[in-house]
């Protein structure tokens, strides 16, 4: 079966410092990849999604960047935090028959 | 690109009582609508989902149904239960995008 696993669950960074989660999925090849940010008590915003390796689709102009080396890796950074950037971090993974399965989840909180 | 609307943003009911959500979406591309159960503190996860080839979908209380004219989707919930208290959430991904575009979300309250 195919899981999903994000890291870290939570951390809480400085403005101005940099962020790196990350996320892999098993059981599965090429599947399409997915970052997207929650807000406290708010809806999911796509951040970035990825079809293959190398291919990375950014939907939102920001201080965030994403990148996938591997077939089931995909990374979320930032060279820079600001406090707008904490919230809900969650990374998806979709196969051939659409739906999305979510990972658990990373909070940040940039203070 | 895909717009996804959801109504409505809070949804209160009694233990028992039925309880509907509302979407409605922007491209007529869109061929894939799930919809998404969030508890607090926790990631969503499916529930329910339609094709755009179906008119509508049941799973023992929850049902989802679509009207392509209209472009909106609906999730109906039947005989609700306390457990069923969480936010919801709508999606559409217009076909070959590989775009799931949420709504805003619902949170519902089934009281005791």
């Known amino acids: 079966s195919q899981t999903i696993h994000q890291w870290p669950a939570t951390l809480v960074q400085p403005v101005g410092s940099p962020l790196s989660l990350e996320c892999t999925v098993e059981g599965t090849s090429n599947p399409n990849l997915y970052w997207y940010r929650q807000a406290a008590g708010r809806g999911l915003q796509l951040l970035f999604y990825?079809?293959?390796?190398?291919?990375i689709s950014s939907e939102v102009p920001q201080n965030l960047s994403a990148s996938r080396p591997q077939d089931r890796q995909f990374i979320l950074s930032s060279k820079k935090l600001l406090l707008s950037d904490s919230g809900f971090y969650l990374c998806a993974w979709a196969g051939s028959g659409n739906t999305i399965y979510f990972g658990e989840g990373s909070w940040l909180t940039v203070v | 690109g895909e717009n996804v609307e959801q109504h409505p943003s809070t949804l209160s009911v009694q233990e028992g009582d039925s309880a509907v959500i509302k979407c409605t979406y922007s491209?007529?591309?869109?061929?894939?609508f799930p919809w998404y159960k969030q508890e607090l503190g926790k990631r969503p996860q499916l529930i329910i989902d339609?094709?755009?080839?179906?008119g509508e979908k049941k799973d023992q209380r929850i049902a989802v149904t679509l009207n392509k004219t209209a472009k909106h989707f609906s999730l109906h919930i039947t005989e609700t239960q306390p457990e069923d208290s969480a936010v919801y959430f709508c999606a559409a991904e217009p076909k070959g995008t590989y775009k799931y575009i949420f709504g805003t979300g619902t949170r519902l309250k089934v009281l005791a």
């Open positions: 339609i094709r755009s080839n179906v």
């Open positions: 990825s079809v293959g390796i190398g291919q």
């Open positions: 491209d007529s591309a869109s061929n894939y």
